[in-house]
């Protein structure tokens, strides 16, 4: 039997940063609008310049989904490989690209089983998702066990954001004008969290120490925690990380804290000066914590 194939979007990240070269991941980038330049996500530009051209050149950005035409070559593609391909996507409220995932398989339907995975996640929480599948296909699962393993993944997942400007999440329809601007001049700071695939407002805080308290509590309702991560916008750890860490640290002794890039879907919603914190819940036998 051939192994399922795996295909993904540019959203994803992974703390190994040779993971989906290692298992065969295809990755599909997502086209980056700065003014009249589209640009691809991880191909023509790279997490990194993204944020520095939203923090240093205040250029617009507007996501757009991978066209139809680019899931149905992949899927294409794979087919000369193999009749099974897993497709695994960030949340479908985000963009439209689960959408053209789905009306690209028709060309290939009775030739080819493809299945369509929702992750009601991104970044890193899209990566353990990833990983967790790719694992199980490389050793061998079929398709409909890898499918079972991803829906089990799912509702494990959990994202929380710290927001230093308000501009982005109100152009994103997470708050209103008036909120914004009443926001603004009280130095709100929100905490965002992903539920159900959509990206809402948890909390609202006045200082960035209230932030990372808001944080660490966010982390300590778990029992078990199988992976946690910690995502920021830029290379080096900044002050805000390392006292995330050092509170981290201190509260879950045996727990790593790996740091990435958060990539350009989150920093259209957060800005670029936001940090991010995602959780994988453990098994209730997974017990990690002290």
Request: glycine share 8%; aromatic share 4%.
């Given at each position: 039997m051939t192994r399922v194939r795996i295909i993904t979007d540019s959203t994803v990240c992974f703390e190994n940063a040779h993971f989906a070269e290692e298992h065969g991941i295809t990755i599909l980038?997502?086209?980056?609008?700065?003014?009249?330049q589209i640009l691809r996500d991880g191909i023509d530009i790279n997490a990194e310049e993204v944020l520095h051209r939203?923090?240093?050149?205040?250029?617009?950005?507007?996501?757009?989904?991978?066209?139809?035409?680019?899931?149905?070559?992949?899927?294409?593609?794979?087919?000369k490989m193999t009749d099974q391909i897993c497709v695994i996507l960030h949340a479908r409220h985000?963009?439209?690209?689960?959408?053209?995932?789905?009306?690209?398989?028709?060309?290939?339907?009775?030739?080819?089983?493809?299945?369509?995975?929702?992750?009601?996640?991104?970044s890193l929480g899209l990566g353990y998702l990833v990983e967790?599948?790719?694992?199980?296909?490389?050793?061998g699962a079929t398709l409909d066990e890898v499918v079972h393993i991803a829906r089990s993944v799912i509702p494990r997942i959990y994202s929380v954001y710290y927001v230093n400007t308000l501009d982005y999440i109100q152009k994103a329809g997470l708050i209103g004008e008036t909120q914004a601007i009443l926001g603004a001049m009280l130095t709100i700071k929100p905490v965002l969290t992903i539920e159900d695939g959509k990206m809402i407002v948890?909390?609202?805080?006045?200082?960035?120490?209230?932030?990372i308290d808001k944080m660490v509590e966010f982390v300590a309702?778990?029992?078990?925690?199988?992976?946690?991560?910690i995502v920021q916008n830029t290379?080096?750890?900044?002050?805000?990380?390392?006292?995330?860490?050092?509170?981290?640290a201190l509260a879950f002794s045996r727990l790593q804290y790996p740091v990435t890039l958060y990539e350009p879907l989150v920093a259209s919603i957060i800005g670029p000066?936001?940090?991010?914190m995602i959780v994988l819940e453990g098994e209730p036998d997974d017990d990690l914590l002290d």
């Open positions: 980038p997502l086209h980056l609008r700065f003014g009249d939203l923090q240093h050149l205040g250029t617009p950005l507007t996501i757009l989904p991978p066209p139809i035409n680019t899931f149905e070559e992949a899927y294409q593609t794979l087919g985000l963009t439209e690209t689960l959408a053209h995932a789905q009306m690209a398989r028709s060309g290939l339907l009775g030739r080819c089983e493809i299945m369509v995975i929702d992750s009601q996640t991104t967790a599948v790719a694992k199980a296909a490389h050793a948890m909390e609202k805080v006045r200082t960035h120490s209230q932030a309702e778990f029992t078990h925690i199988e992976r946690l991560g290379v080096r750890n900044t002050d805000h990380t390392r006292m995330l860490q050092d509170r981290l000066d936001g940090m991010g």
